[in-house]
């Protein structure tokens, strides 16, 4: 059962129906009336029951906008997290159970995290000391809601990380761009990680033994069959085959923060294309490699712009460019306005 549609970006977008009866029942527990949510969605409690119920993506931006104004400063985001289960998850609950480590489960649910919350992307990353998770948003939304989902998903990870060792995690943090919201002293102690506020991204980060860490129930067979799974569910959810630009823009967007994206010598060499060939194809998607790298760079730079601290030579640094002003000129040439009055306005 399909309870609607939506595109963005020429992919078919939908969200489990259950999450929105867990919405529901998190406002419920604060006392709060879930009618006023669900008014005039045309859904009931027994339609998100069923296995296969989807809302689109715009039912789920009312239910969260809803849910947020009625919830104030209750700290929906953390209670969300906190109703959240592993096998709520579906297909992509069973790859993260029964990965044969905390890292291969991670990274499973940041590659099929569009199955599940479409409204972000996430990026998993790993050095010699830490692994990371982070999570940015692919549409522009208003900040109660972003901070409510990203909240829910940063924190839900650590407690699916908890379920699935059987055990407290060490030296794991989840960080959050914002300032410390006034409900997070009342969950301080309910939460199996702290969250520290004012940081430059939003993210989980653990210490690379946790990477390695085995679930209670691993089966690599078993994971192996959930991640088909997902691949076919996958298919049948953005049923319209991914073109080209598509692959190149994920590509782009899944490449690491902090540093400067790959040029298109890199990402030819990765799809072992030569540049012409790379140039060619994207031309014959109506786009160039030019283009795709300038939508990810002008939505980095507004996300560090208006989530971070840093000063804008500093984010100039952090998305390649040599000096502020080359960066300045191409921020005004991207969206008409300096990186400077863009953070004046957020801020207004």
Known sequence: MTLGHDKTGGLFQGIPGIYLLLLCDVIKQFGLNEQDILFDMGVSRSDLLQPDSRITMKMGHLASQRATALAGDLGLGMAYAQALKVTLHGSVGLVAMTSPTIGAALEAMSRFIALRAPFFKAAFETDAQEMMVSLNPTLEMEAPIRTFMTEAILIG?????EQLLGRSLQQTRVEMTGSEPPYYSRFRDRLPVPVLYECARCCVRAPIALFHAVPQLADPAAAELARQQCELEYQQLFPQQESFADKIRRHLQNSPKGKALPTQEEVARRFHLSSRTLKRRLQEDATSFRELLEQEQTLRAKQLLQDTDLDVSGIAYQLGYRDVGTFSTAFKRWTG????????????
């Open 337 to 348: 306005i300096t990186p400077r009055a863009f953070r004046q306005s957020c801020q207004g």
């Open 157 to 161: 990870v650590t407690i699916m990380s």
